[in-house]
């Protein structure tokens, strides 16, 4: 994914973003398991890069929330055969079965505490 000058993290978080719309930083990051630090240092290059943008939740909001911008769902297609490709590549070295147990138990820890 290295051409693409995104990280998998930040690929997963525009992902989490174009699937789940707009979140305060706080929503983003216990939905993704993070601390806020480790969010914001992921966070920040995709802002300056405008591929998320900070919103207020409602006119005249203090409270932002975080959301994709048309770049960053252009920055997801040009990402996504990447990432497929990276997906395929673990597949054939760890076996289909054992990478589907994985993904499996990663989901249950992550949505089941």
């Known amino acids: 994914m290295a051409p693409t000058g995104i990280t998998s993290t930040q690929f997963s978080l525009l992902n989490f973003l174009h699937q789940n ?28 890069q405008g591929l998320i ?21 252009g920055k997801i297609a040009e990402v996504e055969p990447f990432w497929q490709a990276a ?3 673990y597949e054939a070295q760890v076996g289909p079965l054992h990478a589907k147990s994985l993904r499996s138990d990663f989901f249950n820890m992550t949505h089941h505490g």
């Open 21 to 48: 719309g707009h979140l305060t930083m706080n929503e983003l990051a216990a939905a993704m398991l993070m601390d806020r630090t480790t969010l914001l240092r992921a966070v920040k290059p995709l802002q300056r």
């Open 53 to 73: 943008i900070s919103v207020p939740e409602t006119e005249g909001s203090r409270r932002l929330m975080l959301e994709l911008s048309p770049a960053g769902q």
């Open 87 to 89: 997906q395929e590549e």
